[in-house]
């Protein structure tokens, strides 16, 4: 087997590696006994998305992306990022339930599904989404818990989120602005 070809396919088993990882974390996020533990919940969120971060731009690089991985990759992302954070706000919830605390996770949940079907599961052709993409919105919620928010900002946070998410907005990717800062950068040195 040509070292290429060798490389190839080894990118793409190791994208494939780090989308079941990010499925994962969603899932023990979200089966992670007792209620509570918002800090280990949200960490296994912020896992699942950095994993995420990585697996599609090696499944490119593999120059074979696949329908099937970029939808393994979807849902995984609606599992960890879009599931996991309703799970971890229906749990952390204040003992007093409010209209805010029972509306919040479903809304947020349904958002997060109703952008996949929305703006596609396909392979991603372009460096801007539509709407604020399901994993950028998991990383925000989870950073919130980890900022230790109380349970009712989490709430307006998690509304806010889902608006985000299903709304028409344009949002460069983080690959896009990895680049940008990297041009921005070299133009900088050239310059000196």
């Known amino acids: 087997m040509p070292a ?7 990118q793409h088993v190791l994208a494939d590696v780090l ?6 974390a969603g899932t023990a996020a979200i089966l992670l006994p007792g209620d509570g533990r918002p800090l280990r919940r949200s960490a296994l969120i912020l896992f699942g998305a950095l994993c995420d971060s990585f697996d599609g731009p090696l499944a490119r690089r593999s120059g074979n992306p696949t329908v099937f991985g970029a939808a393994a990759d979807s849902i995984s992302d609606l599992i960890s990022c879009g599931v996991a954070p309703a799970a971890l706000l229906a749990r952390c919830g204040p003992s007093r339930r409010t ?15 109703w952008r996949l079907a929305r703006y ?8 801007v989404f539509r709407g604020l993409p399901v994993t950028g919105a ?19 946070l998690a509304v806010a989120l889902g608006i985000a998410m299903v709304s028409p907005i344009r949002v460069l990717s983080g690959e896009a ?3 940008r800062d990297l041009e921005t950068l070299d133009i900088a040195v050239a310059g000196s």
């Open 138 to 156: 998991g990383v925000l919620f989870a950073a919130g818990c980890q900022a230790r928010l109380p349970a009712r900002a989490l709430g307006y």
């Open 177 to 179: 602005l990895v680049r």
């Open 4 to 10: 290429t070809q060798l490389s190839s396919t080894s």
């Open 120 to 127: 596609g599961i396909g392979p991603r052709t372009s460096h």
């Open 99 to 113: 209209r805010l605390s029972r509306i919040a996770p479903g809304f947020y949940m349904v958002a997060a599904a």
């Open 19 to 24: 989308t079941g990882c990010n499925l994962a």
